[in-house]
């Protein structure tokens, strides 16, 4: 699996939209990357997926540039609860695939 | 649908004793995931499961550790002979064979060995 980079902690007022980075430079062309969630003392929760096109849920958006080589996971407005450590991954779908987290960001809403 | 469960969510024992944790996948899903997470890090993998077959296990899985899936419905993960490092959350995830593979967890273990 191709190595993710996101910064360790952001802030975002709640209401407004949270926009989380995450850097792949090393992206294979079959990999997708993904994106979970875990909201503190819970197990991580799926968000979204996508390979090249931007995608777009009842949960938040995904932009992922036209070299691959970055992406944007955008919680359009922000509330209390959102408040969780946001994991950007990137690997193969396809048979089995074990997911390999990083640090990931922690997002704090603030009232 | 209603998601992974695990039991039981907590659990205290004492250095050296035995430990045994439940995990129930989401009905329709064949493929059944442990991992482990300590304070501050993300979930590690352990092991990995399709049908009843256990096809991978993660070198952190040390002899101490065996997980089963004996019909391919609910998993079990034992850890003999407990040790303090061995204190974490553990997680189960469920998913499908077809389809986007996203995994789908479950609330936990926490495990305090003391």
């Known amino acids: 699996d191709a190595k993710t980079t996101q910064p360790p902690s952001m802030d975002c007022a709640e209401g407004r939209a949270a926009n989380l980075p995450c850097n792949h430079s090393t992206i294979s062309g079959n990999e997708y990357v993904y994106w979970y969630r875990q909201i503190h003392s819970q197990g991580p929760q799926y968000i979204i997926h996508?390979?090249?096109n931007n995608e777009t849920n009842e949960m938040a958006s995904l932009i992922i540039t036209e070299d691959r080589k970055s992406s944007t996971l955008i919680l359009p407005h922000a509330t209390l609860r959102d408040t969780a450590v946001y994991y950007c991954i990137v690997r193969v779908s396809g048979g089995y695939q074990k997911v390999t987290f990083g640090t990931g960001t922690k997002l704090q809403v603030i009232p | 649908d209603t998601g992974v469960s695990q039991d039981p969510r907590h659990k205290i024992t004492k250095r050296g004793q035995n430990v045994t944790f439940r995990c129930d996948p989401i009905s329709e899903h064949n493929r059944l995931y442990w991992y482990r997470q300590t304070l501050g890090q993300g979930p590690e993998f352990l092991t990995y499961?399709?049908?009843?077959?256990?096809?991978?296990k993660s070198r952190l899985l040390s002899d101490r550790f065996s997980a089963e899936r004996p019909k391919g419905s609910f998993s079990t993960l034992e850890i003999q002979r407990t040790e303090q490092g061995d204190s974490a959350m553990y997680l189960c995830?469920?998913?499908?064979?077809?389809?986007?593979?996203?995994?789908?967890f479950g609330p936990g273990t926490r495990l305090t060995v003391t």
């Open positions: 995830a469920s998913s499908r064979q077809q389809g986007g593979y996203e995994q789908y």
């Open positions: 996508g390979l090249k």
């Open positions: 499961f399709q049908n009843e077959a256990q096809l991978e």
